[in-house]
């Protein structure tokens, strides 16, 4: 089966990075996601990584894997405003995404 | 290329009516996948659509239901509306049939149930 688990909250100041982390329990997940949301919109995909790699970098964003523990992270270099929303993770498997609950991002001046 | 639309946007009911919402895939995609978002139950899998044919669903009851036409646009429908029903309704699509292909989302369809 499959369930992903994030933290809820994460508060952090302008500039600083800031640290997502995410579990889930479905080691034959192929592909891990993440995606973003604003207040009122969809779901923007942000990033994705494939299980067979540990780490992909996309300008400020960069993903870990450890496929040993089933963690996924997503590091935000030099957080800004406008990164304030809500972060999902997701696997997918059998054509549909499981999500964790997602992480509300509040960045502060 | 346009990106995933659903309509409507906003849309009242009341118990026990039924609602049909719409979704228009980006051009070429093939696979359409509906969710459910609600602040308790978060984001759930309603069913996914390939070439017309229902792939996989979730654990929704009967009352949820959808189908695919032939240009890719799909359909669902929510019959004997309840008040838990209320929920942004997302759209994702995606190009082919694989299950690593990357699925974009349109903005969503809320709806709320008086």
């Known amino acids: 089966g499959e369930d992903v688990e994030q933290s809820l909250f994460l508060s952090v100041r302008e500039g600083d990075s800031s640290v997502i982390n995410c579990t889930y329990t479905d080691s034959s997940s192929t592909y891990l996601y993440w995606y973003k949301q604003e207040p009122g919109a969809g779901l923007q995909l942000l990033t994705y990584i494939f299980s067979n790699m540990d780490m992909k970098q996309d300008q400020r964003l960069t993903v870990l894997l450890n496929k040993k523990d089933k963690h996924l992270s997503l590091r935000i270099a030099d957080t800004q405003t406008g990164d304030s929303a809500i972060y999902f993770c997701a696997e997918s498997m059998d054509y549909k995404l499981s999500f964790g609950a997602g992480t509300t991002v509040t960045v502060r001046a | 290329k346009a990106g995933v639309t659903q309509t409507p946007r906003y849309l009242i009911k009341t118990r026990g009516q039924q609602v049909t919402l719409s979704c228009s895939p980006i051009s070429g995609h093939r696979s359409v996948s509906w969710y459910q978002q609600t602040p308790g139950q978060g984001l759930q899998f309603l069913f996914e659509?390939?070439?017309?044919?229902?792939?996989n669903k979730g654990n929704f009851p009967g009352r949820f239901s959808g189908r695919q036409f032939s240009n890719s646009r799909s359909e669902m429908n929510v019959s004997t509306l309840e008040l838990g029903d209320s929920a942004l309704y997302l759209c994702?699509?995606?190009?082919?049939?694989?299950?690593?292909?990357?699925?974009?989302f349109g903005p969503g369809t809320r709806l709320l149930v008086l």
């Open positions: 994702a699509t995606r190009q082919g049939q694989g299950n690593q292909e990357t699925q974009y």
């Open positions: 659509y390939f070439s017309e044919t229902q792939r």
